[in-house]
């Protein structure tokens, strides 16, 4: 019998269970009435009276031995499977979402990256602006329309502090402390006081540049905007010039990149024109530079302004403005990954 103990006790040495039922078979296995030990208990009955104590000890240990392997596998386990320990770790793990850069993100970081390799400065400035630093010092007449409550918002109770209209109001604040030379991009949200739709909102976000030193032409203003084609579009972009008019630039013009989509040829995004809307520009007018106690006699500039949202929506493709501000996650997931 003693040979039977020694050997059921290095079998129940060795033993594993990987779940708490496994861990209860083996309870049943050994310690049940019926299990292995009990059968040892049954057997004692018949050992002669010269051996029962030794036996007896030896059962009971064995007995005892088992209870607590028993045990200590129990409680590791359950203590596994309520704490979740007890997946399965050579599965594949579960991939982790990360989250997406937003497409006015990726096309703003793009655009102001080409603009810093020319040496402009990017500056930010207040949502929340006084008339002057967005239509007085920018040349807009009293009457100007732009200043009319159906197009701009206006804080109720004093009519002086309003939404800005355009990013043109930073570069003001730019020209009032900086000395030319001055070469800076803006960047940021403007307001407009629209009926929303697919193709207008009541606040979407502008890139601005304003270049001021001596001698800056036309010529710089138009090489500079070719070099920001060919870099945002690729290589083959062309632009052409139409003649416009803003208050706050004189000559102005409106710029057309050559359709990226059809190569020029006519297609339903360019209307068959061939040519593509991107953005607005012109010499700043002398009646800016005086504004902001700048000499219109010694220094000449340009300025440009453009709307991420339009220039967003050419390169991906978007066809509703809203779908940039209603943040579905189906829309949001399909762009670039922000790490
Ligand atoms: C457009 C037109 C433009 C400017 C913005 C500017 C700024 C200063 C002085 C003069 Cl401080 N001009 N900005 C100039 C011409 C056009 O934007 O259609 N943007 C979407």
Same mark, same amino acid.
């Given at each position: 019998?003693?040979e039977?103990?020694?050997?059921?006790?290095?079998?129940?040495?060795?033993?594993?269970?990987?779940s708490?039922?496994?861990a #209860?078979? =083996? +309870?049943?296995?050994?310690?049940?009435?019926?299990? #292995?030990?009990?059968?040892?208990? #049954?057997?004692? *009955?018949?050992? !002669?009276?010269?051996?029962k104590?030794?036996?007896?000890?030896a059962?009971?240990?064995?007995?005892?031995?088992?209870?607590?392997?028993?045990?200590?596998?129990?409680?590791?386990?359950?203590?596994?499977?309520?704490?979740?320990?007890?997946?399965?770790?050579?599965?594949? /793990?579960e991939?982790?979402?990360?989250?997406?850069r937003?497409?006015?993100?990726?096309?703003?970081?793009?655009?102001?990256?080409?603009?810093?390799? =020319?040496?402009?400065? %990017?500056?930010?400035?207040?949502?929340?602006?006084?008339?002057?630093?967005?239509?007085?010092?920018l040349?807009?007449?009293?009457?100007?329309?732009?200043?009319?409550?159906?197009?701009?918002?206006?804080?109720? +109770?004093d009519?002086d502090? =309003?939404?800005?209209?355009?990013?043109? !109001? %930073?570069?003001?604040h730019?020209?009032?402390?900086?000395?030319?030379?001055?070469?800076?991009?803006?960047?940021?949200?403007?307001? +407009?006081? &629209?009926?929303?739709?697919?193709?207008?909102?009541?606040?979407? $976000?502008?890139?601005?540049? =304003?270049?001021?030193?001596?001698?800056?032409?036309?010529a710089?203003?138009?090489?500079?905007?070719?070099?920001?084609?060919?870099?945002?579009?690729?290589?083959?972009? &062309?632009?052409?010039?139409r003649?416009?008019?803003?208050?706050f630039t004189?000559?102005?013009?409106?710029?057309?990149?050559?359709c990226?989509?059809?190569?020029?040829?006519?297609?339903?995004?360019?209307?068959?024109?061939?040519?593509?809307e991107? @953005? /607005?520009?012109?010499?700043?007018?002398? $009646?800016?530079?005086e504004?902001?106690?700048?000499?219109?006699?010694?220094?000449?500039?340009?300025?440009?302004? @453009? /709307?991420?949202?339009?220039?967003?929506m @050419?390169?991906?493709?978007?066809?509703?403005? *809203?779908?940039?501000?209603?943040?579905?996650?189906?829309?949001l997931?399909q762009?670039?990954?922000?790490?």
């Open positions: 019998m003693l039977r103990i020694k050997e059921l006790k290095k079998e129940i040495e060795e033993i594993v269970a990987n708490v039922e496994e #209860e078979g =083996l +309870r049943i296995k050994y310690l049940s009435k019926k299990g #292995e030990i009990s059968k040892l208990f #049954e057997e004692f *009955r018949n050992v !002669s009276a010269d051996q104590k030794e036996i007896g000890q059962v009971n240990t064995l007995k005892e031995f088992a209870q607590e392997k028993i045990n200590l596998l129990r409680e590791g386990l359950q203590e596994q499977e309520t704490k979740g320990y007890g997946i399965d770790l050579t599965l594949p /793990g991939s982790m979402k990360l989250g997406t937003h497409p006015i993100s990726i096309v703003k970081n793009e655009i102001l990256e080409i603009f810093k390799r =020319l040496g402009f400065v %990017v500056s930010e400035g207040p949502e929340i602006e006084d008339d002057w630093h967005v239509f007085g010092a040349n807009f007449a009293d009457d100007h329309p732009a200043r009319d409550m159906q197009d701009t918002f206006f804080i109720q +109770r009519p502090i =309003l939404l800005r209209t355009h990013t043109s !109001s %930073v570069q003001v730019d020209m009032e402390t900086k000395k030319p030379p001055i070469r800076t991009v803006t960047f940021g949200r403007v307001f +407009r006081n &629209e009926a929303i739709s697919y193709r207008a909102h009541c606040m979407f $976000h502008q890139i601005e540049g =304003l270049y001021i030193d001596e001698n800056v032409s036309f710089d203003l138009k090489q500079t905007l070719i070099y920001f084609a060919k870099e945002f579009f690729g290589e083959n972009a &062309e632009i052409r010039m003649p416009s008019y803003f208050p004189e000559p102005s013009a409106e710029v057309d990149v050559s990226s989509i059809c190569g020029g040829k006519g297609c339903n995004v360019c209307k068959n024109t061939g040519w593509l991107i @953005l /607005g520009c012109g010499m700043v007018d002398p $009646h800016v530079f504004a902001s106690g700048i000499d219109s006699k010694k220094y000449t500039g340009f300025a440009f302004g @453009l /709307g991420i949202e339009r220039i967003a @050419l390169k991906f493709g978007i066809n509703d403005l *809203r779908l940039y501000f209603e943040n579905d996650v189906r829309f997931q762009f670039e990954s922000a790490h």
